[in-house]
């Protein structure tokens, strides 16, 4: 499959196929990243949820499993100071659901965390030498970026708006990926708390490619072969899935999760802060639709999520976080190999159809 019209992504992070598996915290899988990988896209494993032996420990058995190029993901946030009158406020509107369901709300709160990128983190890009790194919520600091792209590896982020995709350029990015308001998970949003930024994939992508010289890749609301045509057509050099890789049996989901990307309309995803203290799109449940989706009780990210793990506990289908994005039903129940080679042959017929 070299008839592809832009090869700048291929050529610029030595993948056969411009197709990259969004880094998925929490249901991403070393199998999942493998068989990307060996289908000729971009496996990603995202690292903010996991310690540096647990990551070394995926990483080796990928690189056991394939010679393929690899993209290691980190969130560059920074940790809120404490604040304990705001986690109170936003356990005690959570209290009705402790008592309904017999959760102790007595007891101390679960701390939810992701960890940001920080001297360990760089220290184990240096160890680990991946081809690709990319972050989420901006970029590091500039001494820790300089250590990265001197192992060689290509970096990139994600942009939300084109002042974040300009601000990202200049600060050294080899690639941009656009990431529309349709997209599952975390907003990429880091230059405003303004969720009235926020932009569509259709009108974001062409308005990035314009704006920068580095190539550009499509995310959010691409679900199928006609979504990476599309992405294509407006400038993009490679598209970025991620609830597309959530209906692949190398995805770890909980069953709730699991059942309700199966069965949730397009229009039941919303931006929402309850779970982590960040706005991230996910199937609406039970306390998204009772406290609103989103709330200024939230703690800051990424600590939201510590009141809610009892009740999650007790039911994760209402009180857990069901990342997707809004192209959900278009999820193909494809093993991430076949789910890869498929959309790409797909839409490389149509591109040279065209």
């Not at 496996?43 to 058995?61: D, F, K, N, Y």
């Not at 959570?94 to 017999?102: D, F, H, T």
């Not at 992405?231 to 309700?260: C, D, I, N």
């Not at 929402?272 to 989103?294: C, Q, W």
């Amino acid at each position: 499959m070299s008839q592809w019209s832009d090869t700048r992504i291929l050529d610029l992070l030595g993948i056969q196929l411009p197709i990259i598996q969004g880094p998925l915290a929490g249901a991403t899988t070393s199998a999942m990243v493998i068989a990307v990988a060996r289908a000729g896209g971009l496996g990603s494993l995202p690292c903010a949820m996991l310690t540096p032996e647990q990551i070394r420990q995926e990483v080796q058995a990928i690189r056991q499993a394939t010679s393929a190029p690899l993209n290691l993901n980190f969130f560059c946030h920074q940790m809120p100071a404490p604040d304990a009158e705001r986690a109170a406020r936003w356990k005690a509107a959570l209290e009705p659901y402790y008592r309904e369901l017999g959760a102790d709300f007595d007891a101390p709160t679960p701390v939810s965390s992701r960890a940001p990128f920080d001297l360990v983190s760089c220290e184990l890009v240096e160890e680990l030498r991946p081809e690709i790194v990319s972050f989420h919520f901006g970029l590091p600091e500039p001494a820790l970026l300089a250590r990265v792209k001197a192992t060689g590896a290509k970096v990139l982020s994600s942009a939300s708006t084109v002042d974040e995709a300009i601000w990202l350029e200049q600060h050294g990015c080899d690639a941009i990926i656009a990431m529309g308001y349709e997209a599952g998970g975390h907003r990429p949003i880091f230059l405003s708390d303004d969720l009235n930024t926020q932009v569509g994939t259709m009108a974001l992508v062409p308005q990035i490619v314009d704006a920068v010289q580095v190539p550009v890749i499509a995310a959010g609301g691409i679900g199928d072969a006609r979504g990476i045509v599309a992405a294509f057509a407006l400038g993009a050099s490679a598209v970025q899935l991620g609830t597309a890789y959530l209906f692949t049996p190398e995805a770890k989901v909980s069953a709730a999760h699991h059942r309700a990307l199966r069965t949730a309309k397009d229009s039941q995803t919303a931006l929402t802060n309850l779970f982590t203290g960040r706005p991230a799109r996910g199937i609406v449940n039970r306390v998204m639709r009772e406290i609103g989706p989103i709330s200024p009780l939230a703690p800051a990210f990424p600590l939201a999520g510590g009141a809610l793990m009892p009740l999650r506990a007790k039911d994760e289908a209402d009180f857990a976080n069901l990342w997707a994005g809004q192209a959900l039903r278009l999820g193909l129940e494809l093993p991430a190999f076949e789910l890869t080679r498929t959309l790409a042959e797909q839409a490389l017929a149509k591109l040279n159809r065209s």
